[in-house]
């Protein structure tokens, strides 16, 4: 995929630095680290899985990875819709939506707080199950590989394929610097959800092609550097403390 980005850009200027890669490459870093610690640490949890038999464990292997994409699927989706409509939330899932560019390394730019809220949304009904490491293993990775093509900047297409796959041709309008026209294609495996729930979005020729049309709405001054990032949300709770009183 990033060789594709080089070969076929969906534009040419996003495979630029733009005083963001290092930035980057922490974020993904980071949260690739704390996905692999989750995976380890994921048989000191299977001991309180209280419906272990639930899980399908004499499935073949690819059937059980593909029910815990699906699971997994919902729970994340639904917490990343609340992310967009409680601030709370927002507060945190806002560095997400600062890039200022869609490649590849920054699918993963997440703040850690709002990457372990989804991860216990999408893992926790799996844990209760009683998924095998083995199983969980594989998910992480499916995880990691989903968020680099999601954010992809090369130029593929899906056909029909699209309003099934949550992939970079229907995720691009969800990065829309407007929050009302934004708030839809939250899927990280699939579109299904947002079919069920109304938010799905897809108008060809209309997804991003200009930096300008990334960001938050009305925050053009985001921190940009990474501990900045990581403290911005601390900031604006207690700026919010500070109003309210």
């Not at 890669?21 to 299977?46: E, I, K, Q």
Request: glycine residues 6%; negative net charge; charged residues 15%.
């Amino acid at each position: 995929m990033f060789v594709a980005e080089r070969v076929i850009p969906y534009v040419r200027d996003w495979n630029e630095n733009h005083e963001d890669g290092l930035r980057d490459l922490l974020h993904f870093l980071v949260n690739t680290s704390f996905n692999h610690l989750g995976v380890f640490l994921l048989p000191l949890f299977a001991v309180l899985a209280p419906f272990p038999d639930a899980w399908p464990s004499a499935s073949p292997f690819w059937v059980q990875v593909l029910l815990a994409i699906l699971v997994l699927d919902v729970g994340i989706s639904a917490a990343h819709h609340a992310s967009h409509k409680w601030s709370a939330l927002w507060c945190f899932h806002a560095v997400h939506h600062s890039v200022k560019r869609m490649y590849g390394v920054n699918g993963l730019m997440k703040h850690p707080v709002h990457q372990t809220i989804e991860a216990v949304s999408g893992f926790v009904p799996l844990l209760l199950m009683g998924i095998p490491r083995q199983v969980a293993s594989a998910v992480a990775f499916c995880v990691a590989i989903q968020l680099v093509l999601q954010h992809s900047n090369a130029d593929y297409r899906s056909g029909p394929l699209k309003y099934i796959f949550a992939n970079a041709e229907v995720h691009r309008f969800h990065h829309r610097k407007d929050s009302v026209a934004g708030d839809v294609n939250f899927g990280l495996f699939t579109t299904l959800w947002d079919h069920l729930v109304g938010t799905f979005h897809y108008q060809p020729g209309t997804a991003l092609a200009r930096s300008e049309d990334l960001g938050i709405h009305g925050a053009d001054d985001y921190p940009n550097d990474y501990l900045a990032q990581l403290a911005q949300p601390f900031r604006e709770w207690l700026v919010g403390r500070r109003s309210s009183t």
